[in-house]
């Protein structure tokens, strides 16, 4: 081997392992930082804090106040009156799924993992990481009315656009709307909502199989004991004596394994939630029942028509991710525009709902968003379609969500700490508090103010994006 070659071959070798370095280990440097002079969102216990400061050592925040002490050695930075609050989280994204997949129509199996298809080098993560987004859902690329299992994930942009894992199996994906030829009607909703049920159903049935085998298989080993007692004594009878041989105990069959029963199985032990694509009354009840007849931790995603239920939702541990800007009346009425993104053309609210009877007046509207704000019902903000674009405009929709009606620090928590608890990773993400992970955005104005412009954010600690001035 010459020199060329054994170069190439070490170039190689170094490269396969900067590859299968675990992600996790990519954290903030030892040396403490200090960022002083900023206004702190925490959306935490200690709530709004005016000119406070922030310690992060290791990748976490290690302390958070207004007057700290700080070691000599940290690094420290003068944000000179900046404003900022904890990463934005994305309840629900297509993010770092390729374009084909979008349009797959997927499995009906409960066990397909979205972390199976993702990209996790996607160039696209920092252009999403410069939008101050740090934390996302990943759903399943599916349209059948089981999608599957998704996934909350970490973007970094540190050394190379990377994501790492928050949660795998964060959540079970069904779907109980039927859109047939861009239609839909009660009996295919129906039909929806009973295949799923038959699917729990036979998970029980699974269940109680292997509880039957486990109790045989209990009676088999105590026979066997049994047996190999009875011979122990036999032989210290005389030897002459004759008896009757005890009869063998007969093994039961072992069921077989279902991979996708046993993810059902989780989903109705609580682990795994279930979350329910739904929009009309209907499909979100049929979602409701499924939750109290299994036992399930239901999470109703867009809902639009959630306010009719608020009520009924307030009694149960459901939890709502929806946007003032959905509206599934554009895959039904012939001639409505149609295009990824497009309710972020139509700001107004006469232009934002097609005209018609059952569309609410303005005031309606804003005041149901009210209303939810002081419910009991856990709700997030989600983008208004599957576009994975969509979710860089997080601000954006909380934005919108003031101007409905809900108040600025509701609707700052709809894309921080309340979608960061509905999606089971609040003890690492969501709000800035001492020992979580040092995701922050760093903004030259409020948060929800359309002119304020992203200038830095901080993954694990370390810059990730920072605006040329």
Same mark, same amino acid.
């Given at each position: 081997?010459?020199?060329?070659?054994?170069?190439k071959?070490?170039?190689?070798?170094?490269?396969?392992?900067?590859?299968?370095?675990?992600w996790? #280990?990519?954290?903030?440097?030892? !040396?403490p930082?200090?960022?002083?002079?900023? $206004?702190?969102?925490?959306?935490? /216990?200690q709530?709004?804090?005016?000119?406070?400061m922030?310690?992060?050592?290791?990748?976490?925040?290690?302390?958070?106040?207004?007057?700290?002490?700080?070691?000599?050695?940290?690094?420290?930075?003068?944000?000179?009156?900046r404003?900022?609050?904890?990463?934005?989280?994305?309840?629900?994204?297509?993010?770092f799924?390729?374009?084909?997949?979008?349009?797959?129509?997927?499995?009906?199996?409960?066990?397909?993992?979205?972390?199976?298809?993702?990209?996790?080098?996607?160039p696209?993560?920092?252009?999403?990481?410069?939008?101050?987004?740090?934390?996302?859902?990943?759903?399943?690329?599916?349209?059948q009315?089981i999608?599957?299992?998704g996934?909350?994930?970490?973007?970094? @942009?540190?050394?190379?656009?990377?994501?790492?894992?928050?949660?795998? /199996?964060?959540?079970l994906?069904?779907?109980?709307?039927?859109? !047939?030829?861009?239609?839909?009607?009660?009996? =295919?909703?129906?039909?929806?909502?009973?295949?799923?049920?038959?699917?729990?159903?036979?998970?029980?049935?699974?269940k109680?199989?292997?509880?039957?085998?486990?109790?045989?298989?209990?009676?088999?080993?105590?026979?066997?004991k049994?047996?190999?007692?009875?011979?122990?004594? $036999?032989?210290?009878?005389?030897?002459?004596?004759?008896?009757a041989?005890?009869?063998?105990?007969?093994?039961p +069959?072992?069921? +077989?394994?279902?991979?996708?029963?046993?993810?059902?199985? !989780?989903?109705?032990?609580?682990?795994?939630?279930?979350?329910?694509?739904?929009?009309r009354?209907?499909?979100? =009840?049929?979602?409701?029942?499924?939750?109290?007849?299994?036992?399930?931790?239901?999470?109703?995603?867009?809902?639009?028509?959630?306010?009719?239920?608020?009520?009924?939702?307030?009694?149960?541990?459901?939890s =709502?991710?929806?946007?003032?800007l959905?509206?599934?009346?554009?895959?039904?009425?012939?001639?409505?525009?149609?295009?990824?993104?497009?309710s972020?053309?139509?700001?107004?609210?006469?232009?934002?709902?097609? #005209?018609?009877?059952?569309?609410?007046?303005?005031?309606?509207?804003?005041?149901i968003?009210?209303?939810?704000?002081t419910? !009991?019902?856990?709700?997030?903000?989600?983008?208004?379609?599957h576009?994975?674009?969509?979710?860089?405009?997080?601000?954006?929709?909380?934005?919108?969500?003031?101007?409905?009606?809900?108040?600025p620090?509701?609707?700052?928590?709809?894309?921080?700490?309340?979608?960061?608890?509905?999606?089971?990773?609040?003890?690492?993400?969501? @709000?800035?508090?001492?020992?979580?992970?040092?995701?922050?955005?760093?903004?030259?104005?409020?948060?929800?103010?359309?002119?304020?412009?992203?200038d830095?954010?901080?993954?694990?600690?370390?810059?990730?994006?920072?605006?040329?001035?």
């Amino acid at each position: 081997m010459n020199k060329v070659q054994l170069l190439k071959t070490i170039s190689g070798i170094c490269l396969f392992l900067s590859l299968i370095v675990p992600w996790s #280990s990519v954290s903030g440097s030892d !040396q403490p930082l200090l960022l002083k002079n900023v $206004k702190v969102y925490t959306m935490g /216990k200690q709530g709004v804090l005016e000119m406070g400061m922030l310690l992060i050592k290791g990748g976490k925040i290690e302390e958070i106040g207004q007057d700290i002490a700080y070691p000599s050695e940290a690094e420290v930075i003068d944000l000179e009156g900046r404003v900022i609050i904890p990463g934005i989280v994305c309840a629900s994204s297509s993010l770092f799924i390729h374009e084909r997949d979008l349009t797959y129509p997927g499995d009906e199996n409960p066990d397909t993992d979205v972390l199976e298809g993702i990209q996790y080098f996607d160039p696209s993560i920092p252009e999403i990481l410069e939008y101050g987004i740090t934390t996302a859902y990943i759903s399943p690329p599916s349209f059948q009315y089981i999608g599957g299992l998704g996934a909350v994930v970490k973007l970094n @942009s540190k050394e190379r656009p990377t994501i790492t894992v928050l949660r795998e /199996k964060a959540a079970l994906n069904f779907r109980l709307e039927r859109l !047939q030829d861009r239609k839909t009607s009660n009996v =295919l909703r129906l039909t929806q909502y009973h295949k799923i049920r038959d699917k729990f159903k036979e998970a029980q049935e699974y269940k109680k199989e292997w509880k039957d085998y486990e109790k045989k298989f209990e009676e088999y080993e105590e026979g066997k004991k049994k047996l190999e007692d009875k011979k122990e004594d $036999k032989s210290e009878k005389e030897a002459g004596e004759k008896s009757a041989e005890p009869k063998k105990p007969q093994e039961p +069959k072992k069921p +077989k394994k279902d991979g996708a029963k046993e993810i059902l199985l !989780q989903a109705m032990e609580k682990k795994i939630p279930v979350r329910f694509v739904v929009h009309r009354p209907d499909s979100i =009840l049929q979602a409701m029942r499924l939750g109290k007849e299994f036992g399930l931790k239901v999470v109703l995603e867009r809902g639009e028509e959630w306010e009719v239920l608020l009520p009924a939702l307030e009694k149960t541990s459901v939890s =709502l991710l929806s946007s003032p800007l959905l509206d599934y009346r554009k895959f039904l009425i012939p001639g409505g525009e149609k295009g990824y993104g497009s309710s972020l053309l139509r700001i107004r609210g006469g232009e934002l709902f097609y #005209s018609d009877e059952t569309s609410p007046s303005e005031e309606q509207e804003n005041g149901i968003w009210m209303e939810l704000a002081t419910s !009991q019902v856990p709700f997030a903000l989600i983008p208004p379609d599957h576009f994975p674009y969509s979710a860089r405009f997080m601000r954006f929709y909380a934005g919108f969500l003031v101007k409905k009606g809900m108040d600025p620090e509701s609707a700052l928590r709809a894309i921080t700490s309340a979608a960061a608890e509905i999606l089971g990773v609040e003890d690492r993400v969501g @709000s800035l508090e001492a020992g979580k992970d040092a995701d922050m955005v760093v903004l030259n104005g409020e948060p929800l103010n359309s002119l304020s412009i992203v200038d830095m954010v901080f993954v694990d600690g370390s810059t990730v994006w920072k605006r040329e001035r």
